[in-house]
């Protein structure tokens, strides 16, 4: 009888067999919005109009000032003013709302992430039993069963497919999720990873305050409400049925030292009102940027990057605020169509947290394909990017393998 193999081989062939060949990819993308859509020039008068701020003239003029700068042109909203009128605790600072604010964020959140996981298993071009993995990342719904078991069955996900639920990331938790699953597809031979990401604005939105600082009106200005989902996985069985789009290169996250105070979320019995969004964060942006992404990409040595600098890559940043992409092309010597892409996304929707970065990356594979990208569709190599609480930045590095069409 033979000698029976070490223990030691035996387990590092377990291992080798249940990780896949290849890096993770991203095999389709979908996105979704509410039909309510306000226009920035008409969003100052509606916001101080349905809580009822007429009288705070100084501050609708300065409201009118930050809305004009952000570069926002329109944002969709699930919450409406008849919905707002129905519920007067939402804008009442002394009543307790954060029960029926979690209501109406976890009905939006449940139907925009239903419908653009719909399409990104459209986009990906299998069936939604063949996802293994479901990653949701979401600001709504604080309850058990949580968001992704409810995503799950408005989906026809098996019973066994295995769930991974982050609340309250902020602005990275798009790029976290896309981490997170990059990291699931490469462990797991034949996974696919289903990301969700939703935003649902109600949770923040509150009444101007004559006392408050102006970031609570930057805060009003500049979020709405949206969906992202992202289909990952690696080896990719072949045409006809799966083509990556982007391979996940490498996945890094790190803390800008000194700068906890920056972005700071806290939910209470009103809702985010205990929120902080400092009108630091551009230039603490801008202080670290490039030292981090240098610290990311250096290792790798990108044969594209070389003598065109930060310009021989494309990006993908999660548009924060007109301020913040302003930073990174600044820091970076970035040629103003090198992110087009977000300030797009930025103009359309303005930013609806974590899911903004897949609008963006979205936007960027439509420009690719259609070939509205002409100063980018050489750069096969990439940055998406994005920053939330903490300071955190979350980078993933990309490779534009080009569409689902092509061969």
Same mark, same amino acid.
């Given at each position: 009888?033979?000698?029976s193999?070490?223990?030691?081989?035996?387990?590092?062939d377990?291992h080798q067999?249940?990780? =896949?060949?290849?890096?993770?990819?991203i095999?389709g993308?979908?996105?979704?919005y509410?039909?309510?859509? #306000?226009h920035?020039?008409?969003?100052?008068d509606?916001y101080?109009?349905?809580?009822k701020s007429?009288h705070?003239?100084?501050?609708?003029?300065?409201?009118?000032? #930050?809305?004009?700068?952000?570069?926002?042109?329109?944002r969709h909203?699930?919450?409406?003013?008849?919905?707002?009128?129905?519920? +007067?605790?939402?804008?009442?600072?002394?009543?307790?709302?954060?029960?029926?604010r979690?209501g #109406?964020?976890?009905?939006?959140?449940?139907?925009?992430?239903?419908?653009?996981?719909?399409r990104?298993?459209v =986009?990906?071009?299998?069936p939604?039993?063949?996802?293994?993995?479901?990653?949701?990342?979401t600001?709504?719904?604080?309850?058990e069963?949580?968001?992704d078991?409810?995503?799950a069955?408005?989906l026809?996900?098996? +019973?066994?497919?295995r769930?991974? &639920? &982050?609340?309250?990331h902020?602005?990275?938790?798009?790029?976290?999720?896309?981490r997170? =699953?990059k990291?699931i597809a490469?462990?797991?031979?034949?996974a696919? $990873?289903l990301v969700?990401?939703?935003?649902?604005?109600?949770?923040?939105?509150?009444? +101007?305050d004559?006392?408050?600082?102006v970031? #609570?009106?930057?805060a009003?200005?500049l979020?709405?409400?949206?969906?992202g989902a992202?289909?990952?996985?690696?080896?990719?069985?072949?045409?006809? @049925?799966?083509?990556p789009?982007?391979?996940?290169?490498s996945?890094?996250?790190?803390?800008?030292?000194g700068?906890?105070?920056?972005v700071?979320?806290n939910?209470?019995?009103?809702?985010?009102?205990?929120s902080?969004?400092? @009108?630091?964060v551009?230039?603490?942006?801008?202080?670290?940027?490039?030292r981090?992404?240098?610290?990311?990409?250096a +290792?790798l040595?990108l044969p594209? $990057?070389g003598?065109?600098?930060w310009n021989?890559?494309?990006?993908a940043?999660h548009?924060?605020?007109r301020?913040i992409?302003?930073?990174?092309?600044?820091v970076?010597g970035?040629?103003p169509?090198k992110?087009?892409?977000?300030?797009?996304?930025?103009?359309?929707y303005?930013?609806?947290?974590?899911?903004? @970065?897949?609008? @963006? &990356?979205?936007?960027?594979?439509?420009r690719r394909?259609d070939?509205?990208?002409?100063e980018?569709?050489?750069?096969?190599?990439?940055?998406?990017s994005g920053?939330?609480?903490?300071l955190t930045?979350?980078?993933v590095v990309?490779h534009?393998?080009?569409?689902?069409d092509e061969k």
């Open positions: 009888m033979a000698a193999a070490h223990p030691d081989t035996v387990l590092c377990i067999r249940q990780r =896949a060949d290849g890096p993770a990819a095999l993308i979908g996105v979704a509410p039909t309510n859509c #306000i920035q020039d008409d969003f100052t509606w101080f109009g349905v809580t007429d705070l003239t100084k501050l609708n003029a300065k409201m009118k000032k #930050i809305c004009d700068k952000s570069g926002i042109k329109k909203f699930y919450h409406t003013e008849e919905m707002i009128g129905g519920h +007067p605790e939402i804008i009442d600072p002394a009543a307790p709302s954060l029960g029926v979690q #109406i964020a976890a009905n939006a959140a449940h139907s925009l992430a239903a419908e653009a996981a719909s990104a298993i =986009a990906w071009g299998r939604a039993a063949a996802v293994t993995h479901l990653v949701v990342c600001n709504a719904g604080v309850h069963p949580g968001a078991l409810r995503l069955g408005l026809g996900l098996l +019973p066994a497919v769930r991974t &639920l &982050l609340y309250h902020g602005c990275s938790a798009g790029v976290a999720a896309l997170v =699953a990291d490469e462990n797991n031979r034949g696919r $990873v969700a990401c939703t935003q649902a604005n109600i949770l923040l939105f509150s009444p +101007p004559d006392d408050a600082h970031d #609570i009106l930057v009003m200005a979020f709405g409400d949206g969906a992202v289909v990952v996985g690696a080896d990719p069985t072949g045409s006809p @049925v799966e083509r789009l982007f391979h996940m290169v996945a890094s996250q790190t803390t800008l030292p700068t906890d105070h920056a700071v979320m939910l209470s019995e009103r809702g985010l009102t205990g902080h969004l400092s @009108v630091e551009p230039m603490l942006v801008q202080g670290s940027i490039e981090r992404l240098v610290d990311t990409l +290792p040595g594209d $990057v003598d065109g600098g021989g890559l494309f990006w940043v548009p924060g605020g301020a992409l302003d930073g990174y092309e600044a970076l970035l040629e169509w992110l087009a892409a977000s300030r797009h996304v930025l103009r359309e303005g930013n609806m947290s974590g899911a903004t @970065v897949i609008f @963006v &990356l979205d936007e960027i594979r439509r394909q070939g509205s990208d002409k980018g569709k050489d750069c096969e190599w990439g940055v998406m920053l939330g609480p903490g930045m979350e980078t990309l534009a393998t080009g569409s689902q």
